[in-house]
């Protein structure tokens, strides 16, 4: 199977795209030099590859060469490039698997 099954939501960087399925599972395609698929590689992929281990999303969101998806619990996790920060781990390296974001809020 090529397609992403069920696509509840979807979400584009500048070169690859995620999507959520209803069962809360993410497929991810397109290009990964910083990890932005999430499937702990860094080769890009023409056809959709599961996050591994995520299968309770409940959102997802794209920036240029990252990705983070919301778990139905609430925690955030991020992967792909860290060059700013994007990830929310604070410390500035991208990552090839989700993790979680820690966000300080006031």
Do not use: K, Y
């Not at 996050?51 to 992967?79: M, N």
């Not at 604070?90 to 006031?106: D, K, M, N, T, Y």
């Amino acid at each position: 199977m090529n397609g992403v099954p069920d696509a509840l939501d979807v979400a584009a960087g500048a070169s690859h795209t995620c999507a959520l399925t209803r069962t809360g599972t993410v497929f991810c395609w397109g290009a990964n030099e910083s990890g932005q698929l999430g499937n702990g590689t860094t080769l890009a992929s023409a056809t959709p590859v599961a996050v591994p281990g995520l299968v309770d999303a409940a959102g997802i969101a794209a920036g240029g060469a990252h990705t983070c998806a919301r778990r139905s619990g609430g925690d955030i996790l991020c992967w792909g490039s860290d060059s700013s920060g994007q990830l929310g781990d604070g410390v500035l390296l991208s990552s090839i698997a989700p993790q979680l974001a820690r966000f300080a809020c006031e």
